[in-house]
């Protein structure tokens, strides 16, 4: 049984804290467990204990939707069209199941009416993942995605972006390839795989067998990703081999 079969099936304690253990709380009917909490240590024994694994999916988890919720709100108001593009999001990129799915809405509410805002939501995930580098750049991937949805970023939201590109250590070249991947046109393959257009075949293969190492979902998933989010690790496996068959044909690399 995975994190969320127990979240929903029963008591458990978890220590997690902060805006996101506090969101986590109110969504799933739990009070969160902070690690000097006196009346946790007396009664540990009446929680069945998420693993730190475990821990760290509810994290990542908790974090995406919530973040996407403070995006959703940047202009101070949740309009119809930003919620069927986290409900797309969900169905469509994630594929999540009747349970998932109920569980990353009730997450969403509960972010959007929290007094945190963005940035600590986005604080409290880096200091979990700041030593994994590939989770973070998912985590970025998503919020771009979403952002994007629709066509383009507001003023608002590419702040919040930024935000979130300095609170992760994320480098500015990063956040402009990243950012550039969702334009169009064979720049974008350029931007998937990490590269400049002006650099070397020889280069452009190490920088190929570099990503495919480091994205495959195998060891993605093994590092604190949540099974809901598998589908999107293999997503941008997929779409790294398919930049570099695009650059390679363009470029007739043998």
Same mark, same amino acid.
């Given at each position: 049984?995975?994190?969320?079969?127990?979240?929903?099936?029963?008591?458990?304690? =978890?220590?997690?804290?902060? +805006?996101?253990?506090?969101?986590?709380?109110?969504?799933?009917?739990?009070?969160?467990?902070?690690?000097?909490?006196?009346?946790?240590?007396?009664?540990?024994?009446?929680?069945?204990?998420?693993?730190?694994?475990?821990? /760290?999916?509810? @994290? =990542?988890?908790? /974090?995406?939707?919530?973040?996407?919720?403070?995006?959703?709100?940047?202009?101070?108001?949740?309009?119809?069209?930003?919620?069927?593009?986290?409900?797309?999001?969900?169905?469509?990129?994630?594929?999540?199941?009747?349970?998932? *799915?109920?569980?990353?809405?009730?997450?969403?509410?509960?972010?959007?009416?929290?007094?945190?805002?963005?940035?600590?939501?986005?604080?409290? =995930?880096?200091?979990?993942?700041?030593?994994?580098?590939?989770?973070?750049?998912?985590?970025?991937?998503?919020?771009?995605?979403?952002?994007? !949805?629709?066509?383009?970023? @507001?003023?608002?939201?590419?702040?919040?972006?930024?935000? !979130?590109?300095?609170?992760?250590?994320?480098? +500015?070249?990063?956040?402009?390839?990243?950012?550039?991947?969702?334009?169009?046109?064979? #720049? *974008?393959?350029?931007?998937?795989?990490?590269?400049?257009?002006?650099?070397?075949?020889?280069?452009?293969?190490?920088?190929?067998?570099?990503?495919? @190492?480091?994205?495959?979902?195998?060891?993605?998933?093994?590092?604190?990703?949540?099974?809901?989010?598998?589908?999107? !690790?293999?997503?941008?496996?997929?779409?790294?081999?398919?930049?570099?068959?695009?650059?390679?044909?363009?470029? #007739?690399? @043998?």
């Amino acid at each position: 049984m995975g994190w969320l079969g127990k979240m929903v099936g029963g008591t458990i304690g =978890f220590m997690i804290g902060g +805006p996101i253990g506090a969101v986590a709380g109110a969504a799933f009917g739990h009070t969160f467990v902070d690690k000097k909490s006196q009346e946790y240590l007396l009664n540990e024994s009446i929680y069945q204990r998420l693993s730190y694994g475990e821990e /760290a999916q509810l @994290t =990542f988890f908790v /974090a995406v939707f919530s973040m996407l919720a403070k995006i959703a709100k940047a202009d101070g108001r949740v309009s119809e069209k930003e919620i069927e593009l986290i409900d797309s999001f969900m169905l469509n990129e994630l594929h999540l199941d009747a349970q998932s *799915r109920e569980s990353a809405i009730n997450i969403f509410r509960q972010a959007i009416n929290s007094s945190e805002n963005f940035e600590a939501f986005a604080s409290q =995930f880096y200091r979990t993942f700041s030593g994994q580098p590939r989770i973070i750049d998912l985590m970025m991937d998503i919020l771009f995605r979403v952002s994007f !949805a629709d066509g383009g970023i @507001t003023f608002e939201e590419e702040r919040m972006l930024l935000s !979130a590109a300095r609170i992760f250590n994320y480098s +500015p070249t990063d956040y402009a390839m990243l950012k550039s991947k969702y334009s169009k046109g064979s #720049k *974008r393959f350029y931007a998937v795989l990490r590269c400049d257009e002006s650099a070397s075949d020889e280069e452009i293969k190490k920088q190929y067998r570099k990503l495919v @190492t480091e994205y495959h979902p195998d060891k993605i998933a093994s590092k604190g990703l949540p099974e809901e989010f598998v589908k999107f !690790a293999n997503d941008k496996f997929r779409e790294i081999q398919e930049a570099y068959n695009n650059i390679k044909k363009e470029r #007739k690399i @043998t």
